[in-house]
């Protein structure tokens, strides 16, 4: 199936905006988490604040009619999936270097595309499945098992791939029919509404500004980075847009030397440096393969 090539690209200009939007949203998490306010009330206020700000911006303007849907079941699965993410995610950084976390949870565009072939019906050929491979060795080179490196905090990223991929693939699936905005109400609402009922466990209230601000930006960066990703797979089908999700591991190496001056050892670099690799080529075959032609943007 050929795509338009402009909406092609503004789809993956989206899915690097999000991209950005999670290398901080990940960087603000690890950092709050050395603050001593429970990851369970900050996943609390991140949900609340996508929902509420969401419901604000969009009521007014759409009505009600907005939380129609075809699929009430998919939204509660996909709300449910990004929830157990972002719960992972939250606890992963509290023992994992940003750019190390980014780079395990990487693997989940390689189970994407693996996964498209049989819910999206996309072709994958040969070579991409070498790709993927190649991915997975580069993945296992950052893990290290046997190594001093590997240990039990490994399984709480690794099963944020199955959950996160689950997610991607459920969204690029519905934002073929589903509206956006409906989309990510109930995102937010879902969310909200499951770490409320954790909520009283864990309540504590915040006396520092700063992290008051913390709280507020991840938020923001959750609300928009996430409608950045609709956006993107609104655009593109996911076996094109997959292949630049790998530019977050950069972004996120950037934010663990910027904030906490942390720099990979080197057979973490090599490992980094395959996985980003497979995915550039994958960005490369896709164009090859001629099912879009990127133009390059107008000045």
């Known amino acids: 199936m050929k795509h338009n090539p402009k909406k092609v690209l503004a ?19 690890k950092h709050i988490s050395t603050s001593g306010i429970s990851l369970l009330m900050a996943l609390w206020f991140r949900y609340g604040f996508q929902a509420v700000a969401t419901t604000l911006a969009v009521l007014p303007s759409r009505g009600v009619g907005v939380l129609r849907t075809a699929h009430p079941r998919f939204q509660m699965l996909r709300g449910f999936l990004l929830f ?17 976390f980014t780079a ?3 693997m989940a565009p390689l189970v994407i595309t693996l996964w498209a072939t049989k819910t999206l019906g996309e072709k994958v050929t040969p070579l991409r499945w070498a790709l993927v491979m190649g991915g997975f060795v580069g993945t296992m080179v ?15 990223p690794l099963a ?7 997610f991607q693939v459920l969204t690029s699936k ?6 956006p905005i409906t989309m990510h109400l109930y995102t937010g609402w879902i969310g909200t509404f499951l770490a409320t009922l ?15 601000a913390q709280l507020g930006l991840m938020g923001f960066l959750a609300t928009i980075g996430h409608f950045f990703l609709i956006l993107a797979y609104m655009r593109a089908p996911a076996a094109t847009l997959t292949p ?3 530019a977050q591991i950069g972004f996120a190496m950037l934010g663990g030397w910027l904030v906490f001056s942390h720099v990979p050892d080197q057979w973490t670099l090599i490992g980094m440096g395959m996985v980003a690799l497979c995915g550039a080529l994958g960005a490369w075959l896709t164009v090859r393969e001629g099912r879009v032609v990127v133009q390059p943007a107008e000045s």
């Open 142 to 156: 950052i893990i290290r098992p046997g190594s001093q490196h590997f240990d039990w905090t490994v399984i709480l």
């Open 84 to 100: 157990c993410s972002s719960l992972l995610a939250f606890f992963s950084l509290k023992y994992m270097p940003v750019g190390e």
């Open 104 to 106: 395990i949870v990487l």
């Open 174 to 179: 519905m934002a073929r029919t589903e509206d």
């Open 11 to 29: 789809g993956i200009g989206f899915g690097l905006l999000a991209v950005v939007c999670f290398s901080a949203l990940d960087t603000t998490t």
């Open 198 to 212: 954790l909520l009283p466990f864990v309540w504590e209230m915040p006396h520092d500004w700063i992290i008051w």
């Open 160 to 166: 944020l791939v199955v959950t996160n991929s689950s």
């Open 244 to 246: 630049y999700l790998y």
